[in-house]
């Protein structure tokens, strides 16, 4: 493990604290089968900020337990599956539900609920009341995993 | 919290217990994180002229015999040679305190021994003074199995651990049976993910540059939880210990190992 990025979970995670401000209360989001068809924000995603976020280990924290199709990104964890394809797996609002709160999916599951107040114990002062990622994150990331085709470009010919 | 999620027909108001259920691990398949570091890393703990932790065993062989005040006595005048007095204690700590009636891990209890037997103010947290005292006193058991104690009394710590160890918490809703029950062996990130056995600590880690008790190594991983992580010496981590104690028998003790 000696000179590859550590553990960037821990130290990311601290730095990251201050960084972001509260948005105070969540907005309400209606589930609909398996899915949450309406977007959290009025503004459409943005498929680039998206992207940055997932790639970005101490805000999205995807790429912990996700790989993808993300060649400049070494040493993705592997605790979930990969995420190449995805946009042909799953519509905008199983996606949308699926980092909302992943727990309606599966209530076992580990993945974070990316847009619910956690009713967990000994939440960090830092990050209290407050949802892991924003709505307009959360429509961001959306709008990139839909681009995520399982195309011949996407994924090298064996 | 919740009403803040109007729910439709998924049902998902109904949000069962904030719990991953625990797969606990077989003892037979019970692994130290050694096996899993590279052979370079191991290569250091195995090799006593390269092993950094060696640095604070030294300092904790002074300490064992020397007396905090002239009228007082070594830990060595009470309990003489540490290599047969100490053998196997860590092995099986924490234990039963019967001066406070509370179980009590192998930092408490040198602390402890200050205070009463020694007249000495304890050392504080993660000191190089304590580090060293609690390696030099683990490496007495290294290479011997963790026991666990059947004492009844050590019962509620055991299951208060136990339910620490299942529960989720923090902002990412995380709990430490989800990696070190569930997903060990698989990567978060770079890193490997072991069992999560506190086999060797006192322990060197090369991204501390240094000693670090195992409660520092739990407060890391609470950290990475987003939660708030329990104060140096509370309860809930003698409780935590008991339990990852139990939960590694009869795993051999490795003090003091090295990690990345």
Same mark, same amino acid.
């Given at each position: @493990?000696?000179?590859?990025?550590?553990?960037?979970?821990?130290? =990311?995670?601290?730095?990251?604290?201050?960084?972001?401000?509260?948005?105070?209360?969540?907005?309400?989001?209606?589930? /609909?089968?398996?899915?949450?068809?309406?977007?959290?924000?009025?503004?459409?995603?943005?498929?680039?900020?998206?992207?940055?976020?997932?790639?970005?280990?101490?805000?999205?924290?995807?790429?912990?337990?996700?790989?993808?199709?993300?060649?400049?990104?070494?040493?993705?964890? #592997?605790?979930?599956?990969?995420?190449?394809?995805?946009?042909?797996?799953?519509?905008?609002?199983?996606? !949308?539900?699926?980092?909302?709160?992943?727990?309606?999916?599966?209530?076992?599951?580990?993945?974070?609920?990316?847009?619910?107040?956690?009713?967990?114990?000994?939440?960090?002062?830092?990050?209290?009341?407050?949802?892991?990622?924003?709505?307009?994150?959360?429509?961001?990331?959306?709008?990139? $995993?839909?681009?995520?085709?399982?195309?011949?470009? *996407?994924?090298?010919?064996? | 919290?919740?009403?803040?999620?109007?729910?439709?027909?998924?049902?998902?108001?109904?949000? +069962?217990?904030?719990?991953?259920?625990?797969?606990?691990?077989?003892?037979?398949?019970?692994?130290?994180?050694?096996? =899993?570091?590279?052979?370079?890393?191991?290569? @250091?703990?195995?090799?006593?002229?390269?092993?950094?932790?060696?640095?604070?065993?030294?300092?904790?062989?002074?300490?064992?015999?020397?007396?905090?005040?002239?009228?007082?006595?070594?830990?060595?005048?009470?309990?003489?040679?540490?290599?047969?007095?100490?053998?196997?204690?860590?092995?099986?700590? +924490?234990?039963?305190?019967?001066?406070?009636?509370?179980?009590?891990?192998?930092?408490?209890?040198?602390?402890?021994?200050?205070?009463?037997?020694?007249?000495?103010?304890?050392?504080?947290?993660?000191?190089?003074?304590?580090?060293?005292?609690?390696?030099? /006193?683990?490496?007495?058991?290294?290479? $011997? +199995?963790?026991?666990?104690?059947?004492?009844?009394?050590?019962?509620?710590?055991?299951?208060?651990?136990?339910?620490?160890?299942? !529960?989720?918490?923090?902002?990412?809703?995380?709990?430490?049976?989800?990696?070190?029950?569930?997903?060990?062996?698989? !990567?978060?990130?770079?890193?490997?993910?072991?069992?999560?056995?506190?086999?060797?600590?006192?322990?060197?880690?090369?991204?501390?540059?240094?000693?670090?008790? /195992?409660?520092?190594?739990?407060? #890391?991983?609470?950290?990475?939880? !987003?939660? *708030?992580?329990?104060?140096?010496?509370?309860?809930?981590? /003698?409780?935590?210990?008991?339990? $990852?104690?139990?939960?590694?028998?009869?795993?051999?003790?490795?003090?003091?190992?090295?990690?990345?």
């Amino acid at each position: @493990m000696i000179g590859r990025p550590g553990w960037v979970w821990i130290g =990311g995670l601290l730095l990251a604290s201050a960084a972001v401000a509260g948005e105070g209360a969540l907005r309400p989001v209606t589930i /609909v089968g398996r899915e949450i068809p309406e977007p959290l924000t009025t503004a459409p995603g943005d498929p680039e900020r998206g992207r940055t976020l997932v790639v970005d280990r101490t805000r999205g924290l995807c790429l912990l337990c996700h790989a993808g199709p993300f060649p400049e990104e070494r040493f993705p964890g #592997n605790l979930g599956p990969d995420l190449s394809g995805v946009g042909d797996r799953l519509s905008p609002g199983a996606l !949308r539900l699926r980092l909302v709160d992943g727990r309606a999916l599966n209530p076992d599951t580990i993945m974070p609920s990316y847009y619910r107040l956690q009713e967990t114990v000994r939440i960090g002062a830092a990050w209290r009341d407050r949802p892991v990622l924003e709505a307009q994150a959360i429509e961001d990331i959306v709008a990139f $995993l839909i681009t995520l085709r399982d195309t011949p470009s *996407e994924r090298p010919v064996p | 919290m919740l009403a803040a999620l109007a729910t439709g027909s998924a049902g998902a108001g109904e949000i +069962p217990p904030a719990e991953i259920p625990p797969s606990e691990i077989p003892p037979a398949e019970r692994r130290s994180s050694f096996d =899993g570091m590279s052979p370079d890393i191991q290569a @250091m703990q195995r090799d006593a002229d390269a092993n950094p932790g060696l640095l604070w065993l030294q300092d904790g062989a002074d300490l064992w015999s020397t007396a905090p005040a002239p009228d007082r006595p070594a830990c060595a005048g009470c309990h003489g040679e540490a290599a047969t007095a100490m053998r196997g204690v860590a092995a099986r700590y +924490p234990t039963w305190d019967e001066a406070t009636a509370a179980p009590i891990d192998l930092q408490g209890r040198i602390n402890a021994c200050r205070r009463r037997h020694q007249g000495a103010e304890p050392y504080a947290y993660e000191s190089r003074e304590l580090l060293g005292l609690t390696a030099y /006193v683990a490496a007495q058991s290294a290479g $011997l +199995p963790i026991t666990t104690p059947a004492d009844a009394r050590l019962g509620s710590a055991r299951s208060a651990g136990r339910a620490l160890f299942t !529960r989720r918490m923090g902002q990412l809703g995380l709990s430490c049976a989800a990696c070190h029950d569930g997903n060990h062996g698989r !990567r978060l990130g770079a890193a490997l993910i072991p069992q999560g056995h506190p086999t060797g600590y006192p322990l060197y880690r090369l991204e501390w540059q240094g000693l670090g008790s /195992v409660q520092r190594r739990l407060r #890391n991983c609470m950290t990475g939880m !987003r939660a *708030e992580p329990f104060a140096y010496g509370a309860p809930e981590f /003698v409780a935590l210990e008991r339990y $990852l104690m139990d939960r590694a028998a009869p795993l051999p003790m490795e003090t003091p190992a090295v990690r990345p």
